[in-house]
């Protein structure tokens, strides 16, 4: 790992039916790696409000948080990648965002999001129009350090390579179960990977 980088903090986003709580394993390893990290709670987490409402609770965690001129990384896990992304996207965090991570995240939609009729739910089906409105400028997060971590053991994400990204780095891992990407020795080895990367330099 480099050693000679600027550590921004890392805010961890749950996801669906989820608290912070989730992060628990997470966020003591980032810590114990050096990592100033923080976390919030979505309300509510059950599918019902549309991903927009808590993108904007991302955000004025954000603002309420963090000084303005202070850049950070995100780890989005499932719904919280989806949710951080419309944040990058929508709502201003491309420009303090610099890297982001997507654990398991269904970017082109889930089919399990068919048993639940909340909205949030709804703009998680394949072909949704919230996803279609995200992906057609995707490759905006090009401009980020974007890393999606997937595992084909995934039964949430249906199908899993849903959470496969042009505009990303792709870490496939060999994790049994959706909930254990954030708990996994592998997924935590390459979160911290990914959080200490260089910098993309642009023109």
């Not at 996801?15 to 709670?41: H, P």
């Not at 991903?51 to 955000?59: G, M, R």
Request: net charge neutral; with cysteine; proline share 4%.
């Amino acid at each position: 790992m480099n050693s000679n980088f600027s550590r921004n903090p890392v805010l961890l986003v749950h996801g669906m039916r989820d608290t912070k709580l989730i992060f628990s394993t997470m966020s003591a390893r980032l810590t114990e790696l050096g990592w100033c990290v923080y976390s919030l709670n979505l309300t509510p987490s059950d599918g019902s409000l549309g991903l927009e409402l808590l993108a904007q609770q991302v955000a004025d965690y954000v603002c309420a948080t963090f000084a303005p001129e202070q850049p950070i990384d995100i780890v989005g896990f499932s719904m919280g990648g989806i949710v951080s992304r419309y944040y990058i996207q929508r709502l201003g965090g491309m420009n303090r965002v610099q890297r982001f991570i997507a654990i398991s995240s269904p970017h082109n939609g889930t089919w399990a999001a068919y048993t639940n009729g909340g909205k949030g739910c709804v703009q998680m089906r394949p072909g949704s129009a919230f996803l279609k409105d995200l992906n057609r400028d995707a490759a905006l997060l090009e401009k980020l350090n974007f890393t999606s971590i997937w595992t084909d053991w995934d039964f949430i994400i249906l199908p899993a390579a849903s959470s496969q990204m042009s505009a990303a780095k792709e870490v496939k891992l060999s994790v049994f179960t959706h909930a254990m990407m954030v708990r996994h020795s592998s997924s935590l080895k390459s979160v911290a990977e990914a959080l200490s990367e260089p910098l993309k330099v642009h023109d």
